[in-house]
C-alpha cells in the first residue's frame, strides 16, 4: 500500500474558502493538495499531474460538476479516478445523479473533517486494491502467452495473431527460423547450457530483427517471427544481419547454425493456419542438412 504522501488530491470548487478548507484537513494526513476553481483548471492540472482522487463540486460556472464527471470517465487516462462530491446540494435527485456519472461518494457541505479523511481514505485503499487486481491480472495474461524459457510469445500467441492478421485481410512475412541439430547440442554442452543458448539466441532474435517484428519460441529450437509485407529484398537483408550478428556474437559462434523459411503470406486468399504449417513442415525437410540457408516459398 502506498504512503499517503505518494497520493496526489485534487479540490475542485469555484468557492476558494470550500477548497481551502478541504485542503487544509487534508494535508493533515499527509496528501499532496492540488486545487482548481473551474472546469477548465482542473483538466489543465490533470494533464500535467498524476492524480490519485477528485474531490469535486456540483454547482459551478460554465462545466458543471456531473458534466467534468462524465468527461473523466469517457475518457481512459482518468476514468479509474475515483470522484467523490462534495457539494452543499443533498437532493436525493442530486445523489443519483452523482453515482449515475460515476462518482464514487457523495459528502455534503458543511462537510466534518473526520468523515472527509475517513471517505477519502477508502476510495483511496479501494482504489490501490484495484490496481493490484489489475496488476496480478496483466501479469497472468501475459504469462499465458509467454514462453517461459525465452521470453518470448510462445506458438499459441503465434497462431492467434496469424489468424488475426488474416481475418483483417493484411499481407505479411512468417520468418521461421529452426536450429540444427538441437539433440546433438544438448547432449554436448548439455541441458543447462543449451538452455543459456536458447535465450541467448532468443535476445538476439529481438534486438535484430525490425522493431514491429512479433518473435516467438513455438517449441524446442523452432521459432518464428511476424513481419509486416516488407519487400522480399529487404527481408534478405534482415536475414543476413541476423547471420552475421550470430557469428559475431562471443558465445554463439561457432555453436549455433539453424536454417530459415520465408513464407509470404498474400492479403487476398490466404493460406489457412494448417497450410502454412504443411507448408513448412515439407520444406524444413529440404532444409535438414543445410546450415544457415534460407529458402523463400
Known amino acids: 500500500m502506498k504512503t499517503n504522501n505518494n497520493f496526489n488530491l485534487l479540490i475542485v470548487d469555484d468557492e476558494e474558502i470550500n477548497t481551502e478548507l478541504a485542503a487544509l484537513y487534508l494535508k493533515e494526513e499527509g496528501y499532496q493538495i492540488f486545487t482548481a476553481l473551474n472546469a477548465e483548471d482542473a483538466l ?37 479516478i475515483p470522484i467523490i462530491f462534495l457539494t452543499a446540494q443533498n437532493d436525493i435527485k442530486f445523489v443519483t445523479k ?8 457523495y459528502i455534503t457541505k458543511p462537510f466534518n473533517a473526520l468523515e472527509l479523511k475517513a471517505r477519502v481514505k477508502v476510495q483511496l485503499q479501494n482504489r490501490a486494491y484495484l490496481e493490484e487486481i489489475k496488476a496480478k491480472q496483466s501479469k497472468l495474461a501475459q504469462l499465458t502467452i509467454t514462453d517461459p524459457l525465452s521470453k518470448l510469445y510462445n506458438g499459441l500467441y503465434f497462431d492467434a495473431q496469424i489468424k488475426t492478421l488474416q481475418s483483417k485481410e493484411e499481407a505479411f512475412w512468417i520468418f521461421y527460423i529452426k536450429i540444427n541439430n538441437f539433440e546433438k547440442i544438448n547432449k554436448l554442452y548439455g541441458f543447462h547450457n543449451t538452455n543459456k543458448l536458447v535465450r541467448i539466441f532468443s535476445k538476439l532474435l529481438t534486438k535484430t530483427l525490425f522493431k514491429n517484428a512479433l518473435v ?12 509486416k509485407a516488407y519487400s522480399q529484398d529487404d527481408m534478405q537483408k534482415l536475414y543476413k544481419l541476423l547471420l552475421d550478428t550470430i557469428k559475431t556474437d562471443k558465445t554463439l559462434k561457432g555453436s549455433i547454425e539453424f536454417s530459415s523459411l520465408l513464407i509470404h503470406v498474400p492479403k487476398k ?3 489457412s493456419l494448417e497450410m502454412i504449417y504443411k507448408k513448412i513442415q ?6 535438414e542438412n543445410s546450415n544457415n540457408k534460407i529458402m523463400v516459398i
Open 44 to 80: 489543465k492540472t490533470l494533464s500535467r499531474n498524476k492524480i490519485s482522487l477528485l474531490l469535486l463540486d456540483i454547482n459551478m460556472p460554465k462545466v458543471d460538476g456531473f458534466k467534468l464527471c462524465s468527461m473523466l470517465k469517457e475518457e481512459k487516462k482518468t476514468a479509474d
Open 98 to 105: 452523482a453515482f449515475e456519472v460515476g462518482g464514487a461518494d
Open 216 to 227: 516467438s519460441r513455438l517449441f524446442s529450437a523452432h521459432f518464428a517471427v511476424i513481419t
Open 269 to 271: 486468399n490466404p493460406p
Open 282 to 287: 515439407t520444406n524444413l525437410n529440404l532444409l
